[in-house]
């Protein structure tokens, strides 16, 4: 039987996400584990001349369902069309990430399909004939990992950032065009994209991230970390505290309840380290904590830890940077 792994590559403004080539490494070591084909499906339009950022994966198909209508994700034209797909072509696992895109996407597509799913894992693997997949609970404190029984295809979302991107020579792939058929009764139009503040750089794809917690009394106060990143070329980031007391915006939140990030550098001022805020950002190279109470978890995470006030500690780097 060839068990074929299909995966979900996320596009946006005609362009791969960068968690589309780490969906693509995760899924060809599975292929390679199960001994199978590796698939892929993309969705929207004007992305041929992407494609070829896909060659070094060992993608063996990709079925580009193309429309207009697919430009911008709306679940009920992407649900069925993929649905559709998965119909027809049977595949052993469908991969997706755990995206904002997949968590709407995927519990809907099990759930039309009638099979199982395992979200936000970090891992996928295929030991002595079965798919094991591993995910954190109690904010990373517990690893599930789950065997899936039932019939495929299985489904599963890995969480973004769970992987480095790794390419391989590849002899190139078959791409086969699929017409996108719009269902007539649809449940839900698209009336309106708004875009959100444009950030120079997301939080996800830095490679230095400067974060604030509640230490930072107001959004004023985040100023001097929006200098710091702008001289390394890092984005900001905050807890849930800074959050919900509005000193940053929701796409900043790092954490359970947040973003997953995995930058080279954290450097967080005035954060307590809540496991649900470093569930977010355990994943990252190297930690420096500011924070004036010794005793703060953080430390424990920190693989540098500066004790000491962070408006002072922040003007300081600030100075030593810019010279
Ligand atoms: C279900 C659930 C989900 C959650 N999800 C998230 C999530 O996604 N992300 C998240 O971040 N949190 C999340 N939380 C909240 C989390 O538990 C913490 O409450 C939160 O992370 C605390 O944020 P903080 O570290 O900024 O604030 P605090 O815990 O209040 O820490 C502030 C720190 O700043 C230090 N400090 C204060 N003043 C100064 C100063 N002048 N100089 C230096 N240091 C100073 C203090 O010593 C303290 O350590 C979640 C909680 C629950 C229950």
Do not use: W
């Not at 430390?299 to 000491?308: E, H, L, P, S, V």
């Amino acid at each position: 039987m060839n068990r074929v792994t299909l995966l979900f590559l996320e596009s946006g403004n005609r362009n791969f996400k960068k968690s589309a080539f780490e969906l693509a490494t995760i899924g060809m070591n599975l292929a390679a584990d199960c001994r199978g084909e590796l698939h892929a499906v993309i969705m929207g339009c004007g992305l041929e001349s992407k494609l070829d950022e896909l060659k070094c994966f060992g993608i063996s198909k990709i079925y580009y369902i193309e429309s207009a209508e697919l430009e911008y994700f709306h679940v009920h034209t992407y649900a069925p069309a993929l649905f559709t797909l998965i119909k027809e072509i049977q595949p052993y696992i469908v991969l997706g990430m755990s995206s904002v895109i997949g968590k709407d996407l995927f519990p809907r597509l099990s759930a039309m399909l009638g099979v199982t799913m395992v979200s936000d894992c970090i891992n996928i693997e295929c030991n002595n004939n079965s798919i094991i997949a591993t995910r954190p609970v109690y904010s990373g404190k517990v690893f599930v990992k789950t065997r899936f029984t039932k019939g495929a295809p299985y489904i599963a979302t890995l969480r973004v950032n769970s992987a480095e991107i790794n390419k391989i020579e590849s002899s190139g792939f078959e791409v086969k065009k699929i017409q996108f058929i719009k269902i007539e009764k649809q449940q839900g139009v698209l009336l309106e994209i708004k875009e959100g503040e444009k950030k120079k750089i997301g939080i996800t794809q830095a490679d230095i991230v400067v974060s604030g917690g509640r230490a930072l009394k107001n959004s004023n106060d985040f100023s001097i970390l929006y200098e710091i990143a702008d001289i390394v070329g890092g984005a900001v980031a905050a807890s849930r505290a800074a959050v919900d007391a509005g000193c940053a915006s929701y796409d900043m939140q790092v954490g359970q309840t947040g973003k997953t990030v995995s930058p080279k550098l954290y450097v967080c001022f005035g954060i307590s380290g809540a496991v649900q805020h470093m569930a977010g950002a355990n994943g990252s190279k190297l930690i420096v904590a500011v924070n004036k109470d010794p005793d703060a978890p953080i430390f424990k995470y920190a693989d540098y830890g500066i004790i000491g006030d962070v408006y002072e500690i922040a003007h300081e780097i600030k100075k030593m940077l810019n010279s």
